[in-house]
């Protein structure tokens, strides 16, 4: 089955209160980094919380890029629960125009993932998160590239997240996948709630899938993205442990 959503992962319709938690006291590490992955060079703004114990690497959905504010805002939430984020643009700049011409690329799953898995190994050699759990949250198609790349990568990835995912595109990686991985969808999202779950039974992992009630594919309900957002920090803080 062949589902391409008509949507663009950067909708703002729907713009979520500030998470309520403070950060953990200590210094936040915070500065913006690029990662050369291949031919590109990408960029990315790096958050880790004093005392962090990993850090999640997010890859953003269709049309999208690392300044999503449905993917800021989970990452607020995450950094609350004291875990680092890096949130970076899996496509150049000349590739994110070429790709708002006709979309070719952010259905490239390969691609996607081939960058993701860079920024990873990147993350996990550099001072200051070398020695931090790595986790992956994918939104949209990035939720394949996830899961791809965390196949490719093994026991360098320790949890992954998928936010409205299109898990499916991941094909034949689901089996090998074996971080913990949670599926959250919209409940209203009829027709990616199906792939989900054809997805979901093809990982051999430990696995959940959840739905959100009233939510659909981006969440745009009130109160819907929080609860994604809760969701995934509770995910990463009982995976994710220093490497």
């Known amino acids: 089955m062949t589902f391409r959503p008509n949507f663009l992962e950067g909708d703002r319709r729907h713009t979520p209160a500030k998470p309520?938690?403070?950060?953990?006291?200590?210094?936040?590490?915070?500065?913006?980094?690029?990662?050369?992955?291949?031919?590109?060079?990408?960029?990315?703004?790096?958050?880790?919380?004093?005392?962090?114990?990993?850090?999640?690497?997010?890859?953003?959905?269709?049309?999208?890029?690392?300044?999503?504010?449905?993917?800021?805002?989970?990452?607020r939430v995450i950094q609350?629960?004291?875990?680092?984020?890096?949130?970076?643009?899996?496509l150049s700049v000349a590739e994110e125009d070429a790709d708002a011409i006709d979309g070719h690329l952010r259905f490239d799953i390969g691609l996607l993932a081939r960058r993701l898995a860079a920024a990873a190994r990147w993350t996990s050699q550099q001072p200051g998160t070398s020695g931090l759990g790595l986790g992956f949250f994918g939104a949209s198609t990035g939720g394949?590239?996830?899961?791809?790349?965390?196949?490719?990568?093994?026991?360098?990835?320790?949890?992954i997240v998928s936010r409205g995912g299109r898990p499916d595109l991941a094909d034949q990686a689901l089996p090998r996948v074996?971080?913990?991985?949670?599926?959250i969808v919209g409940a209203s999202d009829e027709p990616v709630v199906k792939l989900n779950q054809e997805a979901c039974a093809q990982l051999r992992c430990t696995k959940r899938l959840t739905l959100v009630p009233g939510a659909t594919?981006?969440?745009?309900?009130?109160?819907?993205?929080?609860?994604?957002?809760a969701l995934a920090a509770g995910w990463f803080k009982q995976y994710l442990k220093p490497a």
């Open 20 to 75: 309520a938690a403070a950060e953990p006291p200590g210094e936040t590490l915070a500065r913006s980094i690029r990662i050369a992955a291949g031919s590109v060079v990408l960029a990315g703004d790096l958050v880790i919380p004093a005392g962090a114990p990993g850090v999640v690497l997010f890859a953003h959905g269709s049309g999208s890029s690392r300044r999503s504010p449905r993917n800021q805002f989970v990452a």
């Open 144 to 159: 394949a590239a996830a899961l791809v790349a965390a196949a490719e990568l093994g026991p360098l990835v320790q949890a």
């Open 178 to 183: 074996t971080a913990p991985t949670l599926l």
């Open 217 to 229: 594919h981006l969440f745009a309900e009130p109160g819907t993205l929080e609860q994604v957002a």
């Open 80 to 90: 609350a629960a004291g875990i680092g984020t890096l949130l970076f643009d899996l």
